[in-house]
Antibody, heavy 123, light 107 residues
Framework: QVQLKESGPGLVQPSETLSLTCTVS????????VSWVRQPSGKGPEWMGR???????AYNSALKSRLSISRDTSKNQVFLKMNSLQTDDTGTYYC?????????????????WGQGASVTVSS | DIQMTQSPASLSASLGETVTIECRAS??????LAWYQQKPGNSPQLLIY???SLADGVPSRFSGSGSGTQYSLKINSLQSEDVASYFC?????????FGAGTKLELK
């Protein structure tokens, strides 16, 4: 059964760094790409970046200067680090997986989502 | 970045009714469009991909259509469990972008 689970601090001080972990099960990080998506309360989601199955990364240009995504395949974990946090970074952070129908990878189609990690940026 | 404009922002409909949600892209996205359903307190769930392909386990009352810059999601015979927010998302170009959402309520 495919699962993704985000973990990390719920409260971050302004100007500090956010560190989140996505722990996956039911699939391999060397076969599937994982993205990070965030969503302010009551608003649409925002794609932040991805860790490709081959270890390459891609970032939303709006966040690229502050964002880093890495992984540890031995622990089935993908990591997000974002620095210089401000109050508008408050929201729910999800990790997601790209859809594979058994024949074709649909890059950018997110068929599995974690439960989300709520992050509040406040002093 | 490609802007995704959804309409309406909110919608009230009766059980059994057919509802349509529109999504317009700021440029051609070549049907690289997905629709997600998000129920209150839950994560988004994939409904439609490639503009008109139904995701696994999604009821057939959901359907997607469109091409170029104009897309729509139709829900036939609205059920109570369809009360949710709906988001469109383009995956033609980085960064992937989402619409602001349509909140569907029962009348």
């Amino acid at each position: 059964q495919v699962q993704l689970k985000e973990s990390g601090p719920g409260l971050v001080q302004p100007s500090e760094t956010l560190s989140l972990t996505c722990t996956v099960s039911g699939f391999s990080l060397t076969s599937y790409s994982v993205s990070w998506v965030r969503q302010p309360s009551g608003k649409g989601p925002e794609w932040m970046g991805r860790m490709w199955y081959d270890g390459d990364t891609a970032y939303n240009s709006a966040l690229k200067s502050r964002l880093s995504i890495s992984r540890d395949t031995s622990k089935n974990q993908v990591f997000l680090k974002m620095n210089s946090l401000q109050t508008d970074d408050t929201g729910t952070y999800y990790c997601t997986r790209d859809y594979y129908d058994g024949t074709y990878y649909y890059v950018g189609v997110m068929d599995a989502w974690g439960q989300g990690a709520s992050v509040t940026v406040s002093s | 970045d490609i802007q995704m404009t959804q309409s309406p922002a909110s919608l009230s409909a009766s059980l059994g009714e057919t509802v349509t949600i529109e999504c317009r892209a700021s440029e051609d996205i070549y049907s690289n469009l997905a629709w997600y359903q998000q129920k209150p307190g839950n994560s988004p769930q994939l409904l439609i991909y490639d503009a008109n392909s139904l995701a696994d386990g999604v009821p057939s009352r959901f359907s997607g259509s469109g091409s170029g810059t104009q897309y729509s999601l139709k829900i036939n015979s609205l059920q109570s469990e369809d009360v949710a927010s709906y988001f469109c998302q383009q995956y033609n170009n980085y960064p992937y972008t989402f619409g602001a959402g349509t909140k569907l309520e029962l009348k």
